[in-house]
């Protein structure tokens, strides 16, 4: 075994897949693939993504993880999930507002206790991990003690989670509701409490515009003004009556993306989950300032809220991930989650490429979270987060991709594809799931 630093040099042998720019731009230069391949990895970091053959050379001692037969790809990024929603997925019957009030706040008051909070975060970052998912934006809720469960929990697995206590001082039950002072004093505690342990990151999360006061979102701007390494993470143009309830509360602003942009939320490090509802104007806009999208298909199918408009935000150059919104979302599968995303551009006339969707669940949404030089490329230098797909998982999978070009084989396991594709999950080159 080689031992280069603080860790032995590990060594992968698969067929390796990154896609590593926009396919759709570049017409596929930013694909690596590599059908006999080897992942090199010291201290937890990508020393060598190439061919098998290439490699085995300059690493001759290398001890080598034989996984030949299952195609390893960058860990998937979900730019948009609540973890204190885990347990109320699949609730029957609402649309957004409704489904809020009585299904998602009576759950959200329970993690005022810290015991339940750790019971959740750690199953749920275990789902994640179950599902190839290395990396998420994270809400959780009002309760400080809800992230620092959930920081804990991320911690103790090495994974790169980024989060924050939700904002929200109106239009919720008194006990999910905080102060404009509290929220600023509680966020800017937990951003001093965890910034720089781990791979965790922290997000100012006002919920969305009908749950926070104007001066809560000033507060909220002001504080990502105060600590630019921050993130902002809400929601935004969802549902119909949601807009219409936005555009009441607040007059003076032009559209729903105005009141975040007057209030300094509206930024670069931006994540905006939906979007659905958006016209050229208002994706120019977001272009210009360089804010992301969340795509969440499942929870905009499963809520009734619309079709996310793929091709506009494109046209317009917006950056876009792809979010499973869980509890809203059916499935904490990103593969699921990008079947789902095939199906409404179907609809709306446009088909997803296999090789586009890989890379908005991972390179995109990286960079969506500003992080697109850690992680999801699997280049050199990166964290070596990654996943081993196994197109034997099923049946049905067996039999449509035996034999069939990586194409074929990538897109059957977006559309066939689930958990139990996933044959193990590696964070930084340590394996954190194994497929039992
Ligand atoms: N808008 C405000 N809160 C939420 C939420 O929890 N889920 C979804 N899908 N939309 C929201
Ligand atoms: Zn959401």
């Not at 929990?153 to 008194?174: C, F, H, Q, W, Y």
């Not at 069939?404 to 340590?430: H, K, N, W």
Request: glycine share 8%; charged share 20%; with cysteine.
């Amino acid at each position: 075994m080689a031992y280069r630093g603080l860790m032995p040099t590990k060594a992968f042998r698969a067929e390796l897949l990154a896609v590593r720019s926009d396919p759709a731009r570049d017409g596929g230069a930013g694909i690596a693939h590599h059908e006999d391949g080897l992942l090199v990895v010291e201290d937890g970091i990508v020393a060598a993504f190439e061919d098998h053959a290439a490699l085995a050379e300059r690493w001759p001692n290398l001890e080598i993880e034989d996984h030949r037969g299952r195609l390893l790809i960058p860990g998937f990024i979900d730019t948009h999930v609540h973890y204190p929603q885990t347990e109320r997925i699949a609730s029957y019957g609402l649309q957004l507002l409704d489904w809020l009030e009585q299904h998602i706040f009576p759950a959200e008051q329970a993690f005022a206790d810290r015991a339940h909070a750790d019971a959740i975060a750690a199953f749920f970052l275990d789902e994640l991990l179950r599902n190839g998912t290395t990396s998420a934006l994270v809400f959780a809720t009002v309760h400080a003690a809800s992230v620092e469960a959930l920081f804990e929990a991320a911690l103790a697995r090495d994974m790169r989670i980024v989060s924050g206590k939700t904002l929200m001082d109106r239009n919720a039950p008194e006990a999910l509701r905080d102060t404009v002072e509290s929220g600023r004093a509680e966020s800017e505690a937990l951003i001093r409490a965890w910034r720089g342990r781990g791979r965790l990151g922290y997000a100012i999360t006002p919920r969305f515009a009908l749950t926070s006061t104007p001066e809560q979102l000033a507060s909220a701007g002001a504080l990502h003004a105060a600590h630019p390494d921050t993130l902002v993470h809400t929601h935004l143009s969802e549902n119909l009556f949601e807009i219409e309830a936005v555009a009441a509360a607040y007059p003076e602003a032009c559209d729903y993306l105005d009141v975040y942009a007057r209030h300094g939320l509206v930024t670069d490090r931006s994540v905006f989950a939906h979007g659905i509802h958006l016209d050229d104007g208002c994706m120019a806009r977001m272009a210009d300032a360089g804010a992301a999208i969340a795509f969440c298909p499942t929870s905009n199918l499963f809520l009734g809220s619309g079709l996310f408009d793929l091709a506009r935000a494109d046209a317009a150059g917006v950056r876009v991930g792809i979010g499973t919104d869980v509890g809203a979302g059916t499935s904490f599968s990103i593969l699921h989650t990008l079947g789902e995303a095939y199906k409404v551009c179907q609809i709306r006339g446009a088909s997803l490429d296999p090789f586009r969707a890989l890379w908005l669940a991972t390179a995109s949404g990286a960079a969506a979270l500003g992080l697109g030089d850690r992680i999801g490329s699997l280049a050199p230098g990166q964290e070596a987060d990654f996943l081993l797909l196994d197109t034997q998982a099923t049946p049905l999978l067996a039999r449509r991709t035996n034999g069939s070009p990586l194409a074929e084989r990538l897109f059957a396991l977006q559309i066939l594809g689930d958990d139990r594709a996933i044959d193990a999950t590696y964070l930084r080159g340590v394996q954190a799931h194994r497929r039992s």
